[in-house]
């Protein structure tokens, strides 16, 4: 099972030394364990490219084979105490419900079931995708559309954008914004990769030119200080403001040409055997969504 699991690792990182750190093995044990695994196999499983190892022809369909009996075997170590939960969970989100949801999801989860051990990554949406594809992730939570046939998605939570502005910008006061008033405006967006920052500039420069971009940032908590402070606007996740709007803070600007509302998905893995953590954790989701109503707000 060892060999199996090493097998496992190193295909999913791509090295030796990140399957031994992963699963807690010195990276000679690691490797003794992989080539003893091509020994019994009479198969080399990986080529190395660089730094990488790579599957060979031969390893690429024994991968598939190799998740399912470790899925079957953690299932199998779960029966004997079977009212009970148990196992490593991996989830990948990106950073609105990473940040603002599933922290508070997580620990009602862990209370439920504390036999298990969560692992959380916080990503743009397409890693997210990509990490449960590759089956780097057990499950993942994203913003963005999800076209692939490998992955399952089912709509989770709605989210709204929203324009937000310092409590004395001079936009605050106003029952409606037009677009236009907007076009000549300071911003403060997240980084192009963000699905926000992709949906915002999509539907502005249907009507805009161009916009004025002050300041750019990977961290959402910057960007709502720069806008508390600095008299610049920004467009963000309701699930990330939701808190200083209600504190008055910061304000939303009505802006009746932009009426942003996305979908989160659940997103898993088609057609794949998951482990019991996860089964239950997609449950446990679920019907957090379902309790809410489906909606951010």
Not at 195 to 200: C, K, N, P, Q
Not at 259 to 282: E, G, K, M, Y
Request: with cysteine.
């Amino acid at each position: 099972m060892r060999q199996i699991a090493v097998f496992e690792a190193v295909a999913r990182t791509g090295s030796v030394a990140g399957a031994a750190e992963e699963i807690g093995l010195s990276p000679s044990a690691a490797s003794m364990s992989l080539k003893d695994l091509e020994t019994h196999l009479g198969v080399q499983l990986f080529a190395r490219s660089g730094r990488r190892m790579l599957l060979t022809d031969r390893g690429r369909p024994m991968l598939e084979m190799a998740r399912g009996i470790l899925v079957q075997v953690a299932d199998l170590e779960s029966l004997s105490l079977p009212e009970e939960v148990r196992g490593r969970l991996r989830i990948g989100a990106a950073v609105p419900v990473g940040d603002y949801v599933l922290p508070a999801l997580c620990a009602a989860f862990m209370r439920l079931h504390p036999g298990v051990r969560v692992e959380m990554r916080i990503m743009p949406s397409h890693e997210v995708m990509e990490g449960v594809r590759n089956m780097a992730l057990d499950v993942g939570f994203v913003g963005a559309p999800v076209n692939s046939s490998y992955l399952e998605a089912e709509p989770w939570l709605r989210d709204r954008l929203v324009v937000c502005a310092a409590p004395d910008h001079p936009l605050a006061s106003r029952a409606k914004v037009p677009l236009a008033d907007l076009a000549n405006q300071p911003w403060a967006l997240e980084k192009t990769l963000s699905s926000e920052r992709i949906s915002f500039t999509v539907e502005t420069l249907k009507s805009m030119n161009s916009l004025n971009i002050v300041f750019e940032g990977e961290s959402v908590e910057a960007i709502k200080r720069i806008v508390r402070d600095g008299g610049v606007l920004a467009c963000l996740s309701s699930l990330t403001v939701a808190d200083e709007l209600a504190r008055g803070e910061l304000v939303e600007l009505p802006v009746p040409e932009l009426n942003f509302t996305r979908i989160v998905s659940l997103v898993s893995r088609r057609d794949t055997q998951q482990p019991q953590a996860c089964r239950a954790f997609h449950q446990f989701a679920r019907q957090w969504g379902e309790q809410t109503g489906g909606s951010a707000n």
